[in-house]
């Protein structure tokens, strides 16, 4: 696990979520009530833009944006493939 | 099939403190025409016409018809018999999006009542604020949200269940003109509450079934918040039509968006810009496989017109329109059918039957065509003002034109297009509001400090940047930060955050907006985090 990436998606999620839930690179965003349609569309955004990788299709599903540490694993296979 | 649905009637008397019986609209409140339609008519005869067909579908099953109505009587009752209740009072309706809410709705207007929709996921100041500018009397909520409540005066609780009567229509109540009362934001950043008759939402309604291909056997996922003058559209033009709403949780993800469509047999999907966005990403550059889906529709907002005509391609043979409203309009204004999406969707189409437009330079006198002015529209579906606002009536509704605050100009094709705003009000997830709305908010909250907020682009998407100029040495913009989320509804709480040591002036001597704004694009989401972290 890239600790850089999951660092800063940690500090992305913590100062862009509008609950008062303490976000750690294992809470569960969707059960938690962290995760909304707009910070959802913000955290693609800002994974695009800050490593260069485009998500498409089945990325877009629960199984990769549940906890921090499951986006940094998506983040870190598509960064593989891409730059392949 | 068992049905567990509990509902509360809880009065809020103490809340509002005002006698009874001042709930009378300002305006001086007028019965409903007695030969006139109300929606508690039309509502009855198309539950008697569909009694055994589905009206909607959520995770419990399907509802019939005649279920709807028989609940929806049965509520009705309830609020008949409230302490509280006279004819025209004003009932908010705190739920989620859900048949509970259907039921309710239908039910403040079988009784006579005015629908006041108040977000669910709202708290605090704003949501006091609403209660009290509308004067509500009693709150229409989930039984186990009012347990929790102090104020128990004069609780009922409801149970609706699985049981139907038979189907009898009932004797149809005086009415006041008003059915319902819709929030939105005014161009000097203060909530407004739109007034909506009967007349208006039944003639949108009507209007939208002539464009949109919405039909009996219509089936639409009902995803959009029905507090919004969009969801509470989709709500209307397919009950009143005889359709389905079908409601399916967890849609966060385009994924599962994609995948309810396809498994609950959706035809239709009518949804603000941020939905198709996402959608189009989830769909890369594959078709939609759906074998039910007819068409979708986006309103609420501006969907960039390259991502439109991808959309309507990927999902052909279903059909893609544009429309164009808003709340003050009922909903929707305009339409963009399908097979104009490729040559023309900059444009927002032509006006919906039973509405008009006419392009007026700053003196009121209409423009040549292609000439750009203010747009004005005109038809039954134009509210009767905000409540309680005469003033701002008087300057944006005359002689039944409305005043958009749109810039627009008409197209030799004969389409119209929208050049931007006059007003200064911005439009995020379909929410139109003033960024004034979130400096005040944070004003009053810390007075030691001055607070600009500017919208700006980014990725096709409008964004807003709030600069803080502290008049003190020490300020923590994550405090900002919790106070916006904690004070202001999600679609206000700004992206990007900057501290200024003073303002940027333009020659006017006044705050330089724009200035503001190309900061907050060049600074975009890389300082954002930066700043943040």
Not at chain 2, 29 to 34: A, C, E, F, L, V
Not at chain 2, 145 to 150: F, L, P, T, W
Not at chain 2, 499 to 527: F, M, T
Request: with cysteine; aromatic share 6%.
């Amino acid at each position: 696990m890239n600790s850089r990436i999951d660092q800063e998606l940690l500090g992305f999620v913590q100062s862009n979520s509008v609950t008062a839930t303490t976000v750690t690179i294992q809470t569960d965003l969707i059960e938690q009530e962290v995760l909304d349609s707009l910070l959802l569309m913000e955290l693609v955004l800002f994974v695009e833009q800050q490593w260069g990788v485009q998500l498409i299709g089945n990325d877009f599903s629960p199984s990769h944006f549940r906890t921090v540490e499951q986006l940094t694993q998506l983040v870190e296979t598509r960064r593989l493939q891409q730059s392949a | 099939m068992k049905h567990d649905y509990a509902l509360s009637i809880r009065s809020l008397a103490q809340a509002t403190a005002t006698a009874r019986g001042d709930q009378k609209p300002w305006y001086g409140w007028q019965p409903q025409p007695p030969n006139e339609p109300t929606i508690a008519h039309r509502f009855t005869a198309i539950c008697q016409q569909h009694a055994g067909r589905p009206s909607m579908q959520d995770r419990r099953g399907e509802l019939s018809y005649q279920w709807l109505y028989c609940q929806a009587n049965h509520l009705a009752q309830h609020l008949i018999d409230h302490p509280d209740f006279e004819t025209g009072s004003h009932v908010g309706l705190c739920l989620p999006n859900s048949p509970e809410y259907v039921v309710a709705f239908f039910a403040v207007q079988l009784a006579g009542g005015v629908a006041v929709p108040i977000p669910p996921y709202q708290q605090g100041k704003r949501r006091r604020q609403q209660i009290a500018m509308t004067n509500l009397k009693l709150m229409i909520e989930d039984e186990r949200i009012s347990a929790d409540q102090k104020t128990t005066r004069d609780n009922r609780s409801i149970r609706l269940n699985a049981t139907t009567a038979p189907l009898e229509s009932q004797p149809v109540r005086p009415m006041g003109h008003l059915a319902a009362l819709l929030f939105t934001s005014g161009s000097s950043g203060d909530p407004k509450a739109v007034m909506l008759s009967h007349r208006n939402i039944l003639a949108n309604t009507q209007s939208i079934s002539q464009v949109l291909p919405l039909g009996s056997t219509d089936r639409t996922l009902a995803n959009m918040p029905f507090a919004h003058a969009l969801g509470n559209s989709v709500l209307q033009t397919h009950i009143l039509n005889g359709a389905t709403l079908v409601f399916s949780s967890d849609l966060l993800f385009p994924t599962a968006l994609l995948n309810a469509l396809e498994t609950q047999n959706c035809t239709s999907l009518i949804a603000v810009p941020e939905v198709f966005d996402f959608l189009l990403r989830a769909l890369g550059t594959d078709c939609l496989q759906s074998s039910c889906l007819r068409y979708m529709a986006v309103a609420g907002g501006r969907l960039e017109p390259t991502r439109a005509a991808q959309l309507a391609d990927q999902i052909a043979p279903a059909e893609f329109f544009i429309m164009y409203g808003q709340t003050e309009a009922t909903a929707r204004l305009a339409c963009l059918p399908s097979n104009q999406i490729e040559r023309q969707a900059d444009t927002i189409g032509h006006p919906i039957p039973g509405v008009e437009f006419c392009i007026r330079d700053p003196q009121g006198v209409p423009v040549q065509d292609g000439e750009v002015g203010t747009l004005h529209a005109r038809g039954d579906n134009i509210m009767l003002g905000y409540w309680d606002d005469p003033e701002t009536n008087r300057l944006i509704l005359n002689d039944g034109w409305l005043n958009t605050g749109d810039r627009a100009r008409k197209n030799p094709s004969g389409n119209y297009k929208i050049c931007g705003r006059e007003n200064g009000l911005v439009k995020i997830q379909g929410y139109r509001f003033h960024p004034n709305e979130i400096d005040n908010t944070l004003q009053a909250l810390m007075p030691d400090a001055e607070f600009v907020t500017v919208p700006y682009r980014d990725q096709g998407q409008t964004r807003l940047a709030l600069f803080v100029r502290p008049c003190q040495e020490s300020l923590d913009v994550s405090q900002i930060r919790q106070a916006c989320s904690r004070e202001l509804p999600r679609h206000m709480v700004p992206q990007l955050y900057q501290v200024v040591s003073q303002w940027p002036v333009n020659s006017a001597h006044k705050i330089d907006r724009q200035e503001l704004a190309v900061r907050a694009s060049q600074a975009g989401l890389q300082s954002n985090y930066n700043r943040s972290a």
